[in-house]
């Protein structure tokens, strides 16, 4: 069965830098398109990254532009989240996630059918 295994989070200031990293089983994410969406406690699943498969192309949400930046490396089978400028408000949990074929407008929860376990980011002052 497919497997997305999430790792790179943790404690960081503000103003800080992480790299997520997200490896796929069972899934190429050369022909997948991989997301990442955050969930804080008491909040719903949010978008944050996208980037599709054949010419990566990418989306963000407006709170992370700028700061955070989705690539992937197909030799690897990994898709990365660099975050820098980290804020207070980014603390959250992390979720990796894909969907096989190529979709320029994926940025809800129900677009995406495989989802890795997450992974904690906490953003103090």
């Known amino acids: 069965q497919v497997q997305l295994v999430e790792s790179g989070g943790g404690l960081v200031q503000a103003g800080g830098s992480l790299r997520l990293s997200c490896a796929a089983s069972?899934?190429?994410?050369?022909?997948?398109?991989t997301a990442w969406f955050r969930q804080a406690p008491g909040k719903e699943r949010e978008f944050v990254a996208m980037?599709?498969?054949?010419?990566?192309?990418?989306k963000y949400a407006d709170s992370v532009t700028g700061r955070f930046t989705i690539s992937r490396d197909n030799a690897k089978n990994t898709v990365y989240l660099q975050m820098d400028s980290l804020k207070l408000e980014d603390t959250a949990v992390y979720y990796c996630?894909?969907?096989?074929?190529?979709?320029?407008?994926?940025?809800?929860?129900?677009?995406?059918?495989?989802w890795g376990q997450g992974t904690q980011v906490t953003v103090s002052s």
């Open positions: 996630a894909a969907v096989q074929g190529y979709k320029t407008q994926a940025m809800r929860v129900m677009d995406y059918n495989y």
């Open positions: 069972r899934l190429s994410f050369r022909l997948s398109t």
């Open positions: 980037i599709t498969w054949y010419d990566e192309r990418t």
